[in-house]
Structures are given as C-alpha cells and as structure tokens.
C-alpha cells in the first residue's frame, strides 16, 4: 500500500479531531452508556469524514477505500472503542448498499444527510436466534400495496437508540433463505417501532440497541436495488466491514503495546523494572510483530479491493486475525500490570472488555474460519458454508 500526501493530510485532520473532540469526553462518554452523536456526528460531516469514498453529489470526497481505511485506522487511536465503532458503522456498515445499489431519490433522502452527519443509521441484521447465520434472520416485510409491513426485530444494534433510520435485512417472500431477503431502510420514528438499550460488557460509550417493528410501514421505494438481492447485498457490506474493523485496531494495539512498554520500564519487582525480564521484553517484542503482520495483511486486502479484486478470503483473514490479535494483547498486557490492570478505569482493562466485542461482532471467528475453509476447498461435503 503506498500512501500520497491526501493520504498523510487525512490522517493529520482524523488525529487532530480525535485529539480535540472525541479523547477529552471519553471518560463521561463511557460512564454515561452513550456519546451525542448528532453533535459528534455533524462535526464528522463538516469535515468530510463521514463520507470519504462516496460521491461528491451527495456530498462524499469521491475519493476510493483506501482513504476510508486510513481514517478507520486513525480513529484507532480513541481512548475507547465505542465511538470509532458508532462512527464505522455510519460509514462502513449501514450505508455502502446504500451508496452502490440505492435510487438516487434514496440517496438524497438518507445517504447524503449521513454523510453530512444531519441523520445517523444503523444496520439491522442480528436478531435474537440469527446472528452470524445470515440466512436465518426471520424479519418480515409483507408487500401491501405500495408499502411494505415489517415486523419482527433486530438485536445487537450499534446506534440503535439514537439513529434515524435503520438498513434493515428483512424477508420479502418465501423460498431459498438466499434469495427471499431485502435490505430496505426504515425510518425509526414511524409507528410502531420500539427501542430497548442493551447494557453490555464493554464498548459503552457505544449505544446498543433491540428494535422491534410491530407492523412497520415504509414505502417501497425505500428498498436498496431489487428484491431478493437483500443476502448477496449484505455480504457485500460486511467486506467493507470486517475490512474497516482490521484498520481499525492497529492503533489501538500498538497504543497498548506503548503503554505497557513505558509501565514496565516504570514499575519495579525485586529491584529491577519489570521490563528487563526477558519473558517480559520478548514476549512484547513478539506481540508487536504480530501487530505489523495485521497491518500487512490489512494493507494488501484494501489494496486489491481498491483494484476491484475478489477480497472475501482475505478480508476473513483480517476479522480472523484482528479479533484473535486483540484478545491476545490486551490480555497478554493486561498481565503486565498486575492489580492495576484489573482496575475499571485502566486503559488496558477497557480495551480488554472493548476488544472482546472483535471476535464475535460482523460475523464471528467460526464464520471466517468456515469462509476461509470453503475458499480453500476443505470444509466437509455435509457442512453447510457460511
């Protein structure tokens, strides 16, 4: 990946504002469960950086992927992993079907207010007995006129108790569970839609939500690209997703290599710092070659899906490694800092409960081991692919 002077220049304007608006509140942030995210949001919006690689006519830097991923990873650098989240989920996760496969009439109405941070979305895709398992989700969304009825629910959702409208994932008529699926965007103040907060075990800042929709009428011409296209256009966004969740990370890993670096030169065990044992200094020097074989291997997928190539085995590769990576430094430097690691408020501590999230959110670590599989040619004749 060979980054220009945009690409340097984006990443100075995402740290600076990271720096200034998001890193001061994150304390207040997580102890409340919530960030205002319209004001946040509009902020984003004023500077572009909640619409990178979409069209200038609706208000995006029509600039490629390349670009999304460099202010991904930059958001790494937040003191928490709620708001980066929230913020992908805007530009990464609710809204590229949107963007690609939308009428222009829909892009007007949802995508450009997004991009300029006036509406936030979501995406609705999990639900209480589906998650990872796409095709099982059981929404409906019962054609009546020039209206669909929706009804069912969603769960896990990221925005979900402060967002406009929701890309939700909803079955528009029997058959192949494949291809009975739609993507159609719900307004979130239309009767009949509810909202619980989900209280969890980290990512708080983050607010998550179970929607319900009890007879939800939208119109159909809220439906993204055609019916029955619904799967194969949510596998799409989870690409862009998992790709986004990989950049993500790196700073956030190193950040907790750095600190664990400078505590153990600090403390001191029987008269020597902690850092002079060799387990202690090879075993960081270790995890941080780790780090950079993540950066790699993130920096090779975004490349070739910028060139257009097919990218579904390696950006698995990348959720894979980045949720595996997270548990095992946040735990191995946790470890580090003894009692002072399991204290609430230790950096360390908050990204171990943040960065569990990684291995399960987007599609778990047993789905991307089972696409990997399939790719390769190994899964059994009798186990179904994800």
């Known amino acids: 990946m060979i980054f220009n ?41 004023r500077l572009g950086l909640l619409g990178v690689k979409y069209a200038e006519e609706f208000g995006g830097l029509g600039l490629d992927f390349s670009y999304a991923m460099v ?147 939208v119109p159909k011409k809220h439906l993204i690209g055609v019916e029955g296209m619904g799967f194969m256009l949510q596998m799409m966004q989870f690409q862009e997703e998992r790709l986004w969740g990989a950049a993500n990370s790196l ?18 065990t029987f008269g020597r710092p902690i850092i002079d044992n060799q387990v202690v200094h090879f075993r960081l020097a270790e995890l941080r070659c780790e780090v950079e074989a993540l950066r790699s291997l993130t920096y090779r997928a975004v490349e070739e899906y910028v060139t257009g190539k097919e990218v579904t085995k390696l950006a698995s590769m990348a959720k894979l490694k980045c949720g595996r990576l997270t548990r095992e430094v946040t735990d191995s430097c946790l470890q580090y800092w003894g009692g002072a690691g399991f204290t609430a408020d230790n950096p360390l501590a908050r990204a171990f409960r943040d960065g569990r999230l990684v291995s399960i959110g987007g599609g778990a670590d047993e789905m991307m081991l089972g696409i990997i599989a399939r790719f390769d040619g190994t899964l059994p004749k009798k186990v179904p692919a994800p």
């Open 5 to 45: 002077e945009q690409h340097e220049q984006l990443r100075k304007t995402v740290t600076k504002f990271v720096e200034q608006e998001i890193n001061p509140h994150i304390d207040a942030w997580e102890a409340a469960e919530t960030f205002p995210a319209h004001e946040l949001f509009q902020k984003l919006g």
């Open 71 to 217: 202010v991904a990873e930059e958001l790494g650098r937040c003191h928490a992993g709620g708001v980066p989240m929230a913020i992908g989920v805007q530009t990464d996760m609710c809204t590229p079907a949107l963007a690609r496969f939308g009428s222009p009439e829909l892009k007007r109405e949802f995508l450009a207010p997004s991009i300029a941070g006036e509406l936030v979305g979501c995406v609705g895709v999990s639900e209480v007995g589906g998650g990872s398992d796409v095709a099982a989700v059981t929404t409906s969304a019962r054609s009546e006129g020039d209206d669909y009825v929706i009804n069912g629910s969603k769960m896990w959702i990221t925005n979900g108790m402060q967002a406009d409208w929701c890309c939700v994932l909803a079955n528009t008529s029997e058959g192949s569970p494949h291809k009975n699926k739609s993507l159609i965007i719900v307004p979130l103040d239309r009767p009949g839609v509810e909202r619980h907060k989900i209280h969890k075990l980290g990512m708080h800042s983050s607010d998550t939500a179970q929607l319900f929709f009890d007879n939800v009428r």
């Open 251 to 268: 700073r956030m890993l190193d950040r907790m290599i750095d600190l664990t670096i400078a505590y153990t030169r600090e403390r001191k």
